[in-house]
């Protein structure tokens, strides 16, 4: 059972470049979440999802697109990567979304834009 | 908006000191209040959660009880070990929004 699991873990992009982060959960939680940790800020939810084939705006959309075509996969994708999207990206998940459930939090990916 | 305001750190201890990591939040609803930690290199994990007023939740020797009055979850634990050097998050959760404050990072010395 490995929980979430995110990759990459580390990951340099030079400005304009595009990537896909890949979240993984084994534990068939309904919903997933994207958040981005910047120092002094905690975290921010940039993307969520309720359910298979669905997605929504978190705090913090703008650059960023997401797609859940399977129950298990939450693809974080960046178009056209901008400096200010240097983070540390996690991955979470959580059984039904309700405000009482734990959130349980992949490992992390360290993204640098130059 | 709903938002959580946590005590700046970093915090320094000596260990078998009593720590208190302050948390304080803004919110419209009936907020579940949780404490994540994270260690090095990984990511969150959740240390204890309080989902109504009044309730204790409680982890590994850490306490924080939901205090609507105060509006406050504040975090102690009575004798701290170097484990527990790590950075602590307050956070606050309504329905499909879990909004975190910055975070404290914590340091304890032999």
């Known amino acids: 059972n490995a929980g979430v699991t995110q990759t990459p873990k580390f990951r340099v992009l030079k400005t304009g470049q595009s990537m896909t982060l890949l979240c993984a959960q084994d534990?068939?939680?309904?919903?997933m979440y994207w958040y981005r940790q910047d120092p002094g800020m905690g975290l921010r939810l940039i993307h969520y999802?309720?359910?298979?084939?669905?997605?929504a705006k978190g705090e913090v959309p703008d650059g960023y697109n997401v797609s859940r075509l399977k129950k298990q996969n939450f693809l974080l994708g960046l178009e056209s990567a901008a400096p200010s999207q240097t983070s540390v990206y996690f991955c979470a998940s959580s059984d039904l979304g309700g405000k009482t459930d734990t959130q349980y939090f992949g490992p992390g990916t360290r993204l640098t834009v130059l | 908006g709903d938002s959580v305001t946590q005590m700046e750190g970093p915090v320094t201890l000596s260990e078998e000191a009593f720590l208190t990591i302050n948390c304080t939040y803004t919110a419209t609803g009936y907020p579940s209040l949780f404490w994540y930690v994270q260690y090095p290199g990984e990511g969150l994990q959740l240390l204890l959660k309080?989902?109504?007023?009044?309730d204790k939740g409680s982890n590994k020797g850490f306490e924080a009880t939901y205090r609507k009055e105060t509006t406050s979850f504040h975090l102690e634990k009575g004798s701290v070990q170097v484990s527990d050097s790590a950075v602590y998050f307050c956070?606050?959760?309504?329905?499909?929004?879990?909004?975190f404050g910055a975070g404290t990072r914590l340091t304890v010395k032999p």
């Open positions: 999802s309720v359910g298979e084939g669905t997605t």
């Open positions: 534990m068939n939680h309904e919903y």
């Open positions: 309080a989902t109504k007023a009044d």
């Open positions: 956070a606050l959760s309504v329905i499909n929004d879990m909004r």
